[in-house]
């Protein structure tokens, strides 16, 4: 099965700094790979698509991009209501992995 | 507007049964893919499988971790997905999150399974 390895697991930033979250795919997947964000106690929520698209209502501070199997979400200036643990999934075939998440918070 | 609410979820003890469901509304769950998705306390989310719509012949898939125990189904005249869930295991404790897409696009609240004699 194709491992999804997710970096780093947390950070801290500063409000407006750029933020930059880092999935590999042990193997290649194309472009099918999904970001989610959940917010503490919350239901997680659907942020990018085909690894760069942008689900309807997401903030544009928010980008997704690949390189390879190498694939990577930005928040270009972070907000206090950005604090969220943040994952990617791969969905080209199942199993459908998780990597194991991103926790951001507000330095 | 797309709904999902799942239920069922309880305390029970290892090696039991338990059959989740998710009663949908605002669309047809045989038109769409219906995943289960489960978040165990304090961890991060993990696929647990999913229906393909009547389209693709609701083929199914899951996990390793749960093949053979768990599965999943549907009733399009309740217009309800489930999640049967057989020799649970401790480590089967989390909440258990139904969805419609994929990717997961729509998820409903979540319902709590724990797993503990």
């Known amino acids: 099965d194709i491992q999804m390895t997710q970096s780093p697991s947390s950070l801290s930033a500063s409000v407006g700094d750029r933020v930059t979250i880092t999935c590999r795919a042990s193997?290649?997947?194309?472009?099918?790979l999904a970001w989610y964000q959940q917010k503490p106690g919350k239901v997680p929520k659907l942020l990018i698509y085909?690894?760069?698209t942008l689900q309807s209502g997401v903030p544009s501070r928010f980008s997704g991009s690949t390189s390879g199997t190498d694939f990577t979400l930005t928040i270009s200036s972070l907000q206090p209501e950005d604090v969220a643990t943040y994952y990617c999934q791969k969905y080209n075939s199942a199993p459908l992995t998780f990597g194991g998440g991103t926790k951001v918070d507000i330095k | 507007e797309v709904q999902l609410v799942e239920s069922g979820g309880d305390l029970v003890q290892p090696g039991r049964s338990l059959r989740l469901s998710c009663s949908a509304s605002g669309f047809i769950v045989g038109d769409f893919a219906m995943s289960w998705v489960r978040q165990a306390p304090g961890e991060g989310l993990e696929w647990v499988g999913f229906?393909?719509?009547?389209?693709?012949?609701?083929?199914?898939d899951y996990a390793a971790s749960v093949k053979g125990r768990f599965t999943i189904s549907r009733d399009d005249s309740k217009n309800i997905a489930y999640l049967q869930m057989n020799s649970l295991k401790t480590e089967d404790t989390a909440v258990y999150y139904c969805?419609?897409?994929?990717?997961?696009?729509?998820w409903g609240q979540g319902t709590l399974v724990t797993v503990s004699s």
């Open positions: 085909t690894a760069s």
């Open positions: 193997q290649g997947i194309g472009s099918s």
């Open positions: 229906i393909r719509s009547k389209f693709y012949d609701d083929t199914r």
């Open positions: 969805i419609r897409d994929i990717p997961l696009r729509f």
